[in-house]
Every structure is written in C-alpha cells, then in structure tokens.
C-alpha cells in the first residue's frame, strides 16, 4: 500500500477528531457517538466507491481506507494498555480509596451479573454453545463513562457520584477482558459447556497475578525515573514504555491479565511518582498522556466503526431477536446493580445514598464502544474460533454497540432533562451569586491594582470603576438576598466558599512550592473532601472532614502494629514524616483563611456567619496545633528540621522571584540567570529531600517530660521507657468504657481526655494520668474516658504501675491528689508512705 496515500488518510482522520469535538458539543450530544457515526459513515462511503460504478476515481482511497491494517492485535497492544493507562493517571486515587468498597463491588459484581445474565440469556434463546454465550456477555459488558460522567459534571452533581461511576467503570473494563479471555480459550478448546465454578476460580489468579506484575513494573519505573531527576523527556519515555512492557510481559510471560497489570501499572505510579519526581515533570508527563489518551480513543473509535459495515454484511432477521435479547439481558442486569444493589451498600453505609433519578441515568447511560469493539473485532479475526461463532459475535456485539450509542447516547441528555437532574436547586442558586459576588470583588481589587500601573485618564479609571461597583453591588445584593435560603443554608454556602478558597491557596502555594509535591495531592483531597462535606451535610460533614484532616488513619495504625509487633519500621516512618509535613501545611493554609472571612463572605452572609466560621476555623487550627505538639514531643528535633526545611523553601521561591524580576528588566542577561536557575535548582532539589525520621520512640526524652516521673534516676527512665507502649487516638474515640476491667494505666504524651463518672466530668492534658484508681480499688472501671483531642499514650501494665507506684514518692503523691479532686478516700489506696503527709479529704 502507498505509504503517502496511508499517511494522508491517518492525518486526515486526526483533522476529523479535530473537528468532532466542537461539533459535538454543538449538537450536545457524546463525543462518542459522532466519531462512530463518522467511522460508519466513512466506512460505508469507502465500500460504496469501490463498487459503484459510477466513478472509479476514488478507488485508490477507497481501497486504502478498507484495506487500512486494522487488527485486533492493534487495538488489544496498542490502543487499550494507552486508555486504561492514562485513566489511572487522571483519577484522584486518594478520593477514590475513600470509595474503594462501592467501586470495587460494582465493578467485579456488575461485570460477572452482566455475564451471566446476557450467556444465559442467550443459551435459553438461540442454539449457540454456553462458552460462546458467556463470551458475548463477557464482550458486551463493559461500559463507557465518559457521556454520563461529562453530563454529570455539567449538571454539578455530586463529584462522589462520577468518581464512583469512572472508578466503577475502569475495573469494569480490567475485569470484562480478563473474563473474556477466560471464555476466549474455552471457546477456541471447542469446550461449549466449560465448569462455571472452575472458570470463575480461575478468575481471581489472573487478576491476583496481573496486579502483582504491574505493581512490580511500576516500582521498578520509578526507581529508574527518580535516577533521571533532571531529565525530564527521559522521565516520560520511561512512563510511556510502562504500560506495554506491563502488558506483553504479563500476558506472555507470567500468563496472568496484561490488562489488569496496566491498571495496576498506573495506579502504583499515581500514588507513588509525585513524591519522586519533580511537580513539573509530572504535570508535563500526566498531559503528555492525555494527548495520547485522545488520540488512542478517538481512532478506537473511528477504525472499529469502519469495520461495522463488514461485520453486518451477513446480518439475518434472527439475529435482530438475539441482538434485543442482549439488550433486554445487559440493561436488567445493570437495573439489578443499580436498583438492588447499591441501595444495599448505601444501607450498609459502604457506599453513598445515591437518589433514584441519578441511578436511572447511570442505567440509560451506560454506554458501549470502543472495547466492546475491539473485543469483538479479535474473535471475528481468530481462525480458532469457528465461522459461525464469528459472525454472531461480530452481529451482536456490533448490534448492541450500536443500540447503545445511537439509541441512548443521543437521548440521554433529554433523558436527563425529563428526570430534572438539569435544574438547580434553591441552594445551588443561591451558591452560584455567591461565587459571583465573591468573584467580582476579586476582580476589582485586581483591577484596580492593575490600573496603577498604567498611565491612563483618571476620568476613563472612575467612570468603568462607577459602572464595576454597581454590577458588584448588585451582585452582592442578589447574594444577600435570598429569601428561600435558611441560615443553616446560609453557613452551608460559607463553609464551601471557604473550602473552595482553601483549595485555591493550596494550589497557589504548590505552583510555588512552599507545600512539597509529595504533600500536594493529599492536601487537596482534604480540601474536596471539606468541599463536598459540606454540600452535603453542611457543618456537620464539614467538620467530620476536618477532624478526619488530623486523625490516624487505619494504615497508620497498621504501621504502629508492625513497629511494636514485628520491628518493621520503616512504615511507620514513613507515615509519622509524612502526618508532620501533612500538619506543618495545613497550618500554613489554615492562617490565612480568616482573612477571606472578614474580606468576602461577611459582606455576603453578614456577621453571624462570619463569625461562626471563624469560630470553625479556630478549632480547625487548634486541632491542628494539638496534633502537631504531639509530635514534636516525641521528634522535637525532626519537627525543627521539617520547619527549617519549609523557611529553606520558602527563601528559595522568594529568590527565584527576583532573579526572573532582575531578568526581565534586563539587569541580567541570559548566560547568568541559566547559571543562577541552575544552581538555584540543585538547592531545591536537596531542600526537597526530607530529613530522616527516627522512629525509636525516644521515650527517656519523653518521660523526662512528665512531672510524675521528676523523682527517677537515668536507669529507672531507661527501664520505664523499655516497657511503656505507645498508643494513638483520635478526637472522640473511646478509650475506656465503664465497667470494664481494669489492666493498665495510661499517662498523657500529648492531647487530651475527659473522664465521666457519676454525672460528672474532669479534663486531663499533657504529663497526667488515668485508670490507675480501678487497679487500686480492685474495681471495675466506673468512668467512661474519650479523647477530645488526637492523643498519644504511653501506657503501663498494672503489674508494672504498682511496683513503680511503689518507687515514686511523686506518683503517688499525683495519685492522692487525683483521688482527692474526685471525692475518693486516699486512705487504703496507697503503699504507705511516711512522707506524704497530706490529710485526708472526705467525701
């Protein structure tokens, strides 16, 4: 074939990609759906030509577009590993693991009921085998997000929602290939009735396997991109060489799935490359994938649509039949998902409360294309699989697809529309004239500031500042004004105006690196997390995401049990230093956030709700101050090195500001400021490395704190220090529950605890104790002890407590003085002591 003549028609595939997408976000309809409605279209014009006989000056393109080397093999090698790849990098996977439960039930379930449903289907109405049935199920059973997601985002509906539907729908696709590549070999055996329960048995090895082998890949990546720190193109060579070694490797190799090793590829290096590589470079390698992404998705599409005219040449009347039976088969299945299952999930509090009309368009939405296509294309080309198991899976797959795309894909929207999923609520309105409001008097302090710094005719400043002010005071008068809104709707839209303007400030402060790459990510799921809190449940879901901010999560106390279980600190390590850095930005961000109040939203909402979110906010930095006391009293010198690094990193952006100032007015010249950026770059570049973190407890410097243990020589704290354990809690956890047995004593590191007894109710901060009077009365516990702030604990077995209550002259002189503020009898309590000579307080 003339490779111009080739050359010419893939360029002139990429000016139609080109002009798809304006035309059809014109038409309003999914991008999807006019690219196979061109492929069709280009397709069927080809076969046209070459046979009519009324021109034959098209023959050489025709014949070039028909004879194009489309295979399976480039789809499956090519064009997949690009779209699964790159849509790992696109997800926000700390937001998705808040949701892994949801997505990872629906995606494997909602695959094997789609299976199951459309074979078995399809085994009662046609004469087809069982394996080739499963097959076409397994084929059909993968789903396209993109419509319903797109249109959900333009309708602002709950981000939750679409990060489910995207996360949902990339494990769908891992799980529908490896299932179809388990019935491709029984298909391509002759088994036609394989063993259910062994062929799903061997499911759960290719996905365990392919996850193991792209995890495996991606490490080993980053290992190498991180030795390439300053090259930047060999650090995205390497990423692009990723997902195909992943792939062929575990499918030629290992024998597991390549395409659930490519998934495992992307998220490993999702989770793990912003932390080794420069932000620059992993903002340039994430676009450099979506290009890619476009490219490989939108040709999918096009070149399996030019296939659709040959694989319906031999469509039978019977064939429409098992075509609506897959239909019928695929959307109940997905009803039973949607309608039965979720709703469970939601019951079991595993999954948000997702309302009827969005789950009926997820239903409707449910789009097919490419991979469906492309799975379809690659048993049609096996000369393993027999010619009449090819045709009625090329029809029905093709068939369904079609269905899909042309049937819902262009109602879906009007659809949308009739549910009334399009119309904004009360507080969503009142939302939008408050970013209005808020918007504007931005842009007039930046205009204004602007305006300084030209020459212009004060008459001409005056008279469009005159004209801003009044669109700005009616804007804010429309915000003010919304009657329909109640004041805890009112508080509701400060509290995400807040969060919004917070997740604003973290970006700034990344772009200028005063908050690490490493941090970033983690910093700004915080922030939606506030965001989307607070849209759903208001204050309530705001302050339950800021105290989840500051509180140890499961992996942290995962890696606590490790350390004191099996001496395996490194991930502890790991997480301490990442929770101090974590800490040391949101108190960055947080301080600056009052300002915003008093500047935007108390002109708004008024007073009350300016003042109760600072009220908000001070407890937000108060956490965030107790958890990070804490901390530097167990690593005082590491909190110290983490603060020097973040005022190394702050002098340094400020210094590359001015030499770009000094650059630009000319003071310097090229040559010199390459010179000055350079080093200034190598600087940064060790101010980036954290320093390392000591995870052996330095408990003698930490007991040496307690005014208990005052009275302890050196080798009793280096005794006590041995057999002392560590415990985290967080902010309204409970740690004792009343009438339980007492076996320990805990003393207070950092945070505080409030004990109730009897109606009544004590606080105990840093360097105090409790528990010890159960273990000296012999009593069941009689309080109820819960944190109120994150607390760590250093706690003592009550063997070890007496023999050292009956050491310490000071503890036991705290411990009467505990028993005393409560109305307890000291008496009978204590070892006897002839200098305590306190009297007694009765009750």
Not at 102 to 125: D, H, K, N, R
Not at 299 to 313: D, G, T, Y
Not at 347 to 358: H, I, N
Not at 388 to 405: D, E, H, P, S
Request: with cysteine.
């Amino acid at each position: 074939m003339d490779i111009i003549l080739v050359t010419t028609i893939i360029a002139s595939l990429f000016l139609v990609i080109g002009a798809t997408e304006p035309f059809a976000a014109r038409l309003r309809l999914p991008h999807s759906v006019i690219l196979a409605v061109l492929g069709i279209l280009i397709g069927a014009g080809a076969t046209f030509f070459l046979n009519t006989e009324l021109t034959d000056a098209l023959n050489p393109v025709a014949e070039a577009i028909l004879g194009l080397p489309i295979r399976s093999n480039v789809f499956l090698y090519v064009f997949l590993p690009t779209l699964l790849f790159q849509a790992t990098l696109g997800m926000n996977l700390r937001r998705m693991l808040d949701d892994w439960v949801p997505i990872l039930v629906l995606a494997v379930v909602a695959v094997v009921v789609a299976t199951l449903s459309v074979g078995y289907a399809l085994a009662w109405a046609s004469a087809l085998p069982l394996a080739a049935c499963l097959l076409i199920g397994a084929i059909v059973s993968t789903t396209d997000p993109s419509a319903v997601v797109s249109i959900f985002r333009s309708i602002s509906a709950p981000r939750r929602l679409a990060r489910i539907i995207e996360g949902e729908s990339l494990l769908n696709d891992a799980a529908a290939i490896a299932l179809f590549g388990l019935f491709m070999g029984f298909v391509m055996l002759g088994l036609p009735d394989p063993d259910l329960g062994d062929a799903l048995a061997r499911f759960p090895l290719l996905i365990v396997g392919g996850a193991l082998t792209g995890w495996l890949a991606a490490r080993i990546a980053v290992w190498i991109m991180a030795l390439f720190g300053r090259h930047e193109l060999a650090q995205i060579s390497i990423s692009v060489a990723l997902p195909y070694l992943a792939y062929i490797g575990t499918e030629q190799i290992v024998g597991a799935s390549g395409v659930i090793a490519v998934v495992a590829a992307g998220l490993t290096l999702n989770l793990t490359a912003p932390g080794r590589l420069p932000p620059q470079s992993w903002t340039n390698l994430r676009e450099l994938w979506d290009v890619l992404a476009h490219w490989a998705g939108a040709l999918i599409f096009i070149l399996a649509a030019l296939l659709i005219p040959r694989l319906l040449e031999e469509v039978r009347l019977t064939d429409f039949v098992l075509v609506g039976v897959v239909i019928v088969a695929a959307v109940a299945a997905r009803a039973v998902i949607l309608f039965g299952l979720l709703p469970l999930l939601t019951l079991l509090k595993l999954s948000p409360a997702v309302e009827r009309p969005y789950r009926a368009a997820i239903l409707w939405g449910g789009l097919r294309g490419a991979v469906t296509l492309a799975l379809a294309l690659a048993v049609t080309e096996s000369f393993r699989v027999p010619d009449g198991i090819q045709r009625v899976v090329g029809i029905l797959a093709t068939g369904f697809t079609l269905f899909t795309l042309i049937v819902q894909g262009t109602t879906l929207r009007w659809i949308i529309s009739r549910l009334g999923l399009d119309r904004l609520s009360p507080i969503d309105e009142a939302l939008s004239r408050q970013v209005v409001a808020v918007a504007l008097q931005t842009v007039r302090e930046d205009v204004s500031r602007t305006t300084e710094n030209y020459d212009l005719s004060h008459e001409t400043v005056r008279s469009e500042a005159k004209r801003f002010g009044e669109r700005l005071d009616q804007a804010v008068k429309m915000a003010e004004d919304s009657a329909d809104i109640l004041d805890r709707d009112r508080i509701t839209l400060g509290l995400i105006a807040l969060a919004g303007h917070e997740r604003d400030t973290i970006l700034v402060r990344v772009r200028e690196r005063t908050i690490s790459a490493r941090m970033a990510e983690q910093v700004i799921s915080d922030a939606d997390r506030l965001i989307e809190g607070a849209r759903s449940q208001g204050r309530s879901g705001y302050q339950r995401a800021a105290r989840r901010s500051v509180a140890y999560g499961h992996a942290f106390r995962a890696a606590v049990l490790l350390h004191g279980r099996l001496g395996l600190s490194g991930p502890l390590a790991q997480m301490t230093a990442d929770r101090f850095e974590l800490l040391l930005s949101q108190r960055l961000i947080l301080r600056d956030l009052g300002a915003f109040i008093d500047g935007r939203i108390r002109r708004i909402h008024g007073r009350r709700v300016a003042d109760l979110l600072h009220e908000l906010l001070s407890r937000r930095i108060e956490a965030v101050e107790t958890a990070l006391e804490g901390m530097r009293l167990q690593y005082p010198g590491y909190a110290e090195e983490l603060e020097r690094r973040f005022i190394r990193r702050t002098a340094m952006r400020l210094e590359e500001r001015e030499y770009v100032a000094m650059r630009e007015d000319g003071l310097i010249g090229a040559e010199v400021y390459t010179a000055l950026m350079q080093d200034l770059d190598a600087r940064r570049a060790a101010a980036e490395k954290r320093p390392r973190l000591d995870v052996t407890l330095q408990r003698v410097a930490l007991i040496r704190q307690f005014p208990l243990f005052s009275d302890l020589d050196d080798a009793a704290l280096k005794r006590l220090g041995r057999v002392l354990k560590t415990r985290y809690v967080d902010a309204g956890e409970l740690i004792i529950s009343k009438n339980s047995h007492a076996k320990s004593v805990a003393f207070i590191a950092s945070g505080a605890v409030e004990l109730e007894t009897a109606g009544q109710s004590w606080r105990l901060g840093r360097g105090e104790m409790f528990g010890q009077m159960a273990i000296l009365s012999n009593r069941t516990r009689r309080a109820e002890v819960r944190a109120i702030a994150p607390t760590t604990l250093l706690v003592l077995d009550e063997d070890r407590f007496r023999r050292l209550l009956a050491r310490s002259k000071t503890l036991r002189q705290a411990v009467r003085a505990s028993a005393e503020t409560r109305g307890i009898e000291p008496s009978g309590l204590l070892p006897d002591d002839e200098d305590t000579t306190a009297p007694p307080r009765s009750q």
